[in-house]
């Protein structure tokens, strides 16, 4: 088998960078919120002198994997550091997401992209979030401005680095990226129907909108064991986000102020979003929780053409703003378009239902979301933790949470509103009714939780949070049923499996049982479809053909691995079976692992098989392929959408699907051109911490820590990502001694 990594370069290598200021440097075109084109003035002395003295206080030390330990005075000069070393690692991810979370995608990638921006700035005005950093404290202003000025401190000292769009970064834009969570809640507005309400015409909901389309669950695993169930008597914590491949940046950012905490910030993100620091640890999980609500309203239209809209028993005007975007055009031009959007009380108005204009409300509490996701960092302890999450400003996430003191914690998303649980919030609510209004948000104390259980672990899957805790879970009964809309999956299970009935945990049995091969809902579907086998009379022409596949299947033991054969006839076996149900199964209001197991027919079961090996037959030349063959980890250039060709190097990876209940996740598929699946979302950063009188931890980032495929650190850490053979975190500065490729001042 071919191997992507690179063994002709040594990890070890100077980062190299431009070093020092250039006289008369320029940073071109400040970043204006409509993305007006304009060059901005030459850079004024103030700014290389603050820069410089900034620069002055940070030292990066980039360990043999190529991670960079951010070491300032202060807390600003922390971060500005922190943001210094990843644009060094991947400026274009840092802009990208800048460009995405400020609704100017469309100004580098042209007039497709102006309805994603439109459903941005519905919620995100750059001149409201000017006034609320101007009115934020001072501490985390001082913290926005060193965000800022590494930046463009490094768009200084590297003039080789040509931004797309923003070529000067201001303050206040971190406010329109506050939390770490991918997309976040605002992905759930259907881009076809904004596009239909606001350009007039009809245009259908995507198959993948619909939810149709077989995908990989986004999310994550966290899981946290106490003390109780461990060898050696320390807590221990479980980091595995499932995020699409090089999101994050794994950094170490240090500070005399207390500052000193490991693991993945989101690129252009000045806060460590999933990690730990020598005292506690966080492991955020996309939460099924259903706190982002359509409210139905009906719409009265006036002689004059304005619009009005029945709350009670009074009209209430809609309001209306102008919205104006940049787009790039064919010849590289600038052009604008303007929208007149409309919005209630209740929020923007995203969409039509028959007759009734559907307004979307979410979280919008931009300053007190980056004070939580900052302070969280320095947290000491669990009491600590909540009292920074008294802010209630994380609105999507499930937190696993440990500390040095032995406290364990599952904890649910804070930003909840009160409803009044008669409605059903999981379809649009009637907007007229002021009953259906939020009430307020709950208090911290009535949300379902599990604190230090009796049953010594916590976890959570992106499943429902009634098994959270095994026994000790909270009960559904309890609480309104807005509490949980995501049901169970096959990881929930899988996670029980390998936790129950043991109380020796160590770091590498936590490793061991985050990797573990066994797959629960083929365990539950596979014996379906060799009973169904079974059940076909001799001599049926199916029940020959199928015989061999049969048979593989029969004595499978359900574990994935890179030889495999029976785990590539399983997956495709799944996959023909999933997409022609998957209609059915919405229509019926079941979870697709439910309707596969109760309502697929045998029929159905017998004809998906007979599509899978045919198409494995197809494409490999027989229906018992490896499944390391097939499933395949690329990277081939640091662009943020891949490029994948089977004639290129690429390495197996042995893990699955989550969808298929495996732990260590690998969301893989064909693209144009390809017969093997490459993956691009998965297991991204994973993390192992035991909080012992002195930290110990283990960690893996997909691929690398550089974006630059010239980097020795671009593909370095591919064997150990899909072996699941996490490499030591160096925390310590003893640590790091023997470790160090180069240790510099930003700048130089």
């Given at each position: 088998?071919?191997?992507?990594?690179?063994?002709?370069?040594?990890?070890r290598?100077?980062l190299?960078?431009?070093?020092?200021?250039?006289?008369?440097?320029?940073?071109?075109?400040?970043?204006?919120p409509?993305g007006?084109?304009?060059?901005?003035?030459?850079?004024?002395?103030?700014?290389?002198?603050?820069?410089q003295?900034?620069?002055?206080?940070v030292?990066?030390t980039?360990?043999?994997?190529g991670?960079p330990?951010?070491?300032g005075?202060?807390?600003?000069?922390?971060v500005?550091?922190?943001?210094?070393a990843?644009?060094?690692?991947?400026f274009?991810?840092?802009?990208?997401?800048?460009l995405?979370?400020?609704g100017r995608?469309?100004?580098?990638?042209?007039e497709?992209?102006?309805?994603?921006?439109?459903?941005?700035?519905l919620?995100?005005d750059?001149e409201?979030?000017k006034?609320?950093f101007?009115?934020?404290?001072a501490?985390?202003?001082?913290l926005?401005?060193?965000?800022a000025d590494?930046?463009?401190y490094?768009?200084?000292t590297?003039?080789?680095t040509k931004?797309?769009?923003?070529t000067r970064?201001?303050?206040?834009?971190?406010?329109?990226?506050?939390?770490?969570?991918?997309?976040?809640d605002?992905e759930?507005?259907?881009?076809t129907?904004?596009?239909?309400?606001?350009?007039?015409r009809?245009i259908?909901?995507t198959?993948e909108e619909?939810?149709?389309?077989?995908?990989?669950?986004?999310?994550?695993?966290g899981?946290?064991i106490?003390?109780?169930?461990?060898?050696?008597?320390?807590?221990?914590l479980?980091?595995?986000?499932?995020?699409?491949?090089?999101?994050?940046?794994?950094?170490?950012?240090?500070?005399?102020?207390?500052l000193?905490?490991?693991?993945a910030a989101?690129?252009?993100?000045?806060?460590?979003?999933?990690?730990?620091?020598?005292?506690t640890?966080?492991?955020?999980?996309?939460?099924?929780?259903?706190?982002?609500?359509?409210?139905?309203?009906?719409?009265?239209?006036?002689?004059?053409?304005?619009?009005s809209?029945?709350?009670?028993?009074?009209?209430?005007?809609?309001t209306?703003?102008?919205?104006?975007?940049s787009?790039?055009?064919?010849?590289g031009?600038?052009?604008r378009r303007?929208f007149?959007?409309l919005?209630?009380?209740?929020?923007?108005?995203?969409?039509?239902?028959?007759?009734k204009?559907?307004?979307f409300?979410l979280?919008?509490?931009?300053?007190e979301?980056?004070?939580?996701?900052?302070?969280?960092?320095k947290?000491?302890?669990?009491a600590?933790?909540?009292?920074?999450?008294?802010?209630?400003?994380?609105?999507s996430?499930n937190?696993l949470?440990a500390?040095?003191k032995?406290?364990?914690a599952?904890?649910?998303?804070q930003?909840?509103?009160?409803?009044?649980?008669?409605?059903?919030?999981?379809?649009?609510?009637?907007?007229?009714d002021?009953?259906?209004?939020?009430?307020?948000?709950?208090?911290?104390?009535?949300?379902p939780?599990?604190?230090?259980?009796?049953n010594?672990?916590?976890?959570?899957a992106n499943?429902?949070?009634w098994?959270?805790?095994?026994?000790?879970?909270?009960?559904?009964?309890?609480?309104p049923?807005?509490?949980?809309q995501?049901?169970?999956?096959p990881?929930g299970p899988?996670?029980?499996?390998v936790?129950?009935g043991?109380t020796?945990?160590?770091?590498q049995?936590l490793?061991?049982?985050?990797?573990?091969?066994y797959?629960?809902?083929?365990?539950?579907?596979?014996?379906?479809?060799?009973?169904a086998?079974?059940?076909l009379?001799?001599?049926?022409?199916?029940?020959?053909?199928l015989?061999?596949?049969?048979?593989?299947?029969?004595?499978w033991?359900?574990?994935?691995?890179?030889?495999?054969?029976?785990?590539?006839?399983a997956?495709?076996?799944?996959?023909?079976l999933?997409?022609?149900?998957?209609?059915?199964?919405?229509?019926a209001?079941m979870?697709?692992?439910?309707?596969?197991?109760?309502r697929?027919?045998?029929?159905?079961?017998?004809?998906?098989?007979?599509?899978?090996?045919?198409?494995?037959?197809?494409?490999f030349?027989?229906?018992?392929?490896?499944?390391?063959e097939i499933?395949?980890?690329?990277?081939?250039d640091g662009?943020?959408?891949q490029t994948f060709?089977?004639?290129?190097?690429s390495?197996?990876?042995?893990?699955?699907?989550a969808?298929?209940?495996?732990?260590?996740s690998?969301?893989?598929?064909?693209?144009?051109g390809?017969?093997r699946?490459?993956?691009?979302s998965?297991n991204?950063?994973v993390?192992?911490?035991?909080?012992?009188?002195?930290?110990?931890?283990?960690?893996v980032?997909?691929?690398?820590?550089?974006?630059h495929?010239?980097?020795?650190?671009?593909?370095?850490?591919v064997?150990?990502?899909?072996?699941?053979?996490?490499?030591?975190?160096?925390?310590?500065?003893e640590?790091?001694?023997?470790?160090?490729?180069?240790?510099?001042?930003p700048?130089?």
């Open positions: 088998m071919d191997d992507a990594k690179n063994k002709r370069l040594s990890r290598r100077i190299g960078g431009t070093a020092g200021l250039a006289a008369g440097a320029a940073v071109a075109a400040a970043g204006l409509s007006a084109a304009s060059a901005a003035p030459a850079q004024t002395p103030p700014d290389h002198a603050r820069w003295q900034q620069a002055a206080h030292t990066i980039r360990d043999d994997w991670v330990h951010v070491v005075k202060t807390d600003a000069h922390a500005f550091g922190m943001m210094y990843q644009a060094e690692d991947d274009n991810r840092v802009e990208r997401n800048y995405v979370s400020l995608l469309a100004e580098a990638e042209g497709g992209a102006l309805w994603q921006d439109l459903r941005q700035r919620f995100i750059p409201e979030l006034r609320d101007a009115n934020s404290p501490w985390l202003r001082e926005m401005q060193a965000w590494g930046l463009n490094y768009l200084a590297h003039p080789e931004p797309r769009v923003i970064f201001e303050p206040w834009m971190p406010l329109s990226f506050s939390e770490g969570s991918i997309g976040g605002i759930r507005v259907p881009l129907q904004l596009e239909a309400f606001y350009s007039k009809t259908e909901m198959d619909r939810g149709l389309l077989f995908r990989e669950p986004s999310g994550s695993n899981i946290a106490a003390p109780s169930h461990t060898r050696d008597g320390n807590a221990l479980l980091i595995n986000p499932h995020t699409s491949f090089f999101f994050r940046s794994e950094q170490h950012v240090t500070s005399d102020e207390g000193n905490v490991y693991g989101t690129w252009g993100q000045f806060f460590i979003y999933q990690g730990f620091n020598a005292n640890g966080w492991m955020h999980t996309s939460s099924g929780v259903d706190n982002v609500d359509e409210f139905a309203e009906t719409i009265v239209t006036g002689a004059d053409g304005s619009h809209y029945r709350y009670g028993d009074e009209l209430r005007p809609v209306t703003k102008k919205i104006t975007l787009y790039r055009t064919a010849d031009r600038l052009a303007s007149t959007t919005a209630t009380h209740h929020g923007p108005i995203v969409r039509e239902v028959d007759g204009w559907i307004a409300a979280m919008n509490k931009p300053v979301a980056l004070q939580q996701s900052f302070l969280r960092t947290t000491r302890d669990y600590d933790f909540i009292r920074v999450a008294d802010f209630k400003a994380n609105s996430n937190t949470f500390d040095s032995g406290g364990i599952f904890l649910m998303p930003f909840m509103p009160i409803r009044d649980d008669r409605f059903d919030y999981r379809k649009p609510v009637d907007g007229s002021p009953t259906t209004d939020w009430r307020g948000l709950h208090s911290l104390e009535s949300l939780q599990a604190v230090n259980p009796k010594g672990w916590a976890f959570n499943n429902w949070p098994t959270a805790a095994g026994a000790d879970s909270p009960d559904a009964a309890d609480y049923r807005y509490f949980d995501a049901g169970e999956n990881r899988q996670v029980i499996r936790m129950t043991r020796d945990f160590t770091p049995t490793i061991e049982a985050a990797f573990d091969p797959l629960t809902a083929f365990a539950r579907l596979v014996p379906q479809l060799v009973a086998w079974d059940k009379p001799a001599g049926d022409q199916q029940k020959a053909k015989a061999g596949p049969i048979g593989l299947l029969r004595g033991d359900y574990k994935w691995g890179a030889q495999s054969t029976a785990t590539s006839l997956v495709f076996w799944g996959e023909a999933w997409a022609p149900l998957s209609q059915a199964a919405r229509d209001g979870s697709m692992w439910d309707y596969l197991a109760e697929a027919t045998d029929p159905q079961r017998l004809a998906a098989l007979e599509t899978a090996a045919d198409r494995l037959t197809q494409d030349g027989s229906w018992q392929v490896p499944w390391g499933n395949r980890f690329q990277r081939n662009a943020v959408t060709d089977d004639a290129k190097p390495s197996p990876v042995p893990f699955t699907s969808q298929w209940g495996s732990l260590a690998f969301g893989a598929r064909r693209y144009p390809t017969k699946y490459y993956g691009t998965g991204s950063f993390a192992v911490v035991e909080f012992g009188p002195r930290l110990r931890a283990w960690a980032t997909a691929g690398g820590a550089s974006g495929p010239d980097s020795p650190h671009f593909n370095d850490q064997e150990r990502y899909a072996s699941g053979n996490l490499r030591p975190v160096y925390f310590y500065p640590d790091l001694k023997g470790h160090i490729e180069r240790s510099y001042k700048g130089k």
